[in-house]
């Protein structure tokens, strides 16, 4: 039995975020992503925690920055990418709040939308 693939879709400001990334740190993500469409989990993807389940944060390190892609799988039928940014903080591994706040309201004015 061949595993279906699900779309990825991207909420217009976080491809457009998502697009200022290096060429290379897209690529990687962008890889990161199509395993999750497949029903993977990247290496470098990790469950964000207090965001309710199947909400993941692909994080990578790239030539010294930080890049972050948040995608949700369990939002109908495709994976959504909501959020992408680049971390500048290198103080502690956390994700900064303002960030959080951002994935929140995206993750809650797409549900309503999807519903």
């Known amino acids: 039995m061949t595993r279906r693939t699900r779309p990825v879709s991207w909420i217009r400001a976080a491809l457009k975020e998502f697009e200022a990334f290096?060429?290379?740190a897209r690529t990687i993500?962008?890889?990161?992503?199509?395993?999750?469409a497949?029903?993977?989990?990247?290496?470098?993807a990790k469950p964000m925690h207090g965001l309710?389940?199947?909400?993941?944060e692909i994080a990578l390190a790239f030539r010294g920055d930080a890049f972050r892609v948040v995608y949700a799988v369990q939002l109908a039928d495709e994976i959504w990418v909501v959020h992408a940014f680049q971390k500048k903080?290198?103080?502690?591994?956390?994700?900064?709040?303002?960030?959080?706040?951002?994935?929140?309201?995206r993750l809650k004015r797409l549900k309503e939308i999807l519903r």
Not at 29 to 36: G, N, R, S, Y
Not at 98 to 105: F, G, Y
């Open 22 to 24: 290096p060429e290379g």
């Open 29 to 36: 993500c962008l890889a990161a992503l199509t395993i999750a």
């Open 38 to 44: 497949e029903g993977g989990k990247a290496d470098i």
């Open 52 to 56: 309710g389940s199947g909400v993941f």
């Open 89 to 105: 903080s290198t103080q502690g591994i956390g994700t900064p709040k303002r960030e959080l706040d951002v994935v929140r309201d």
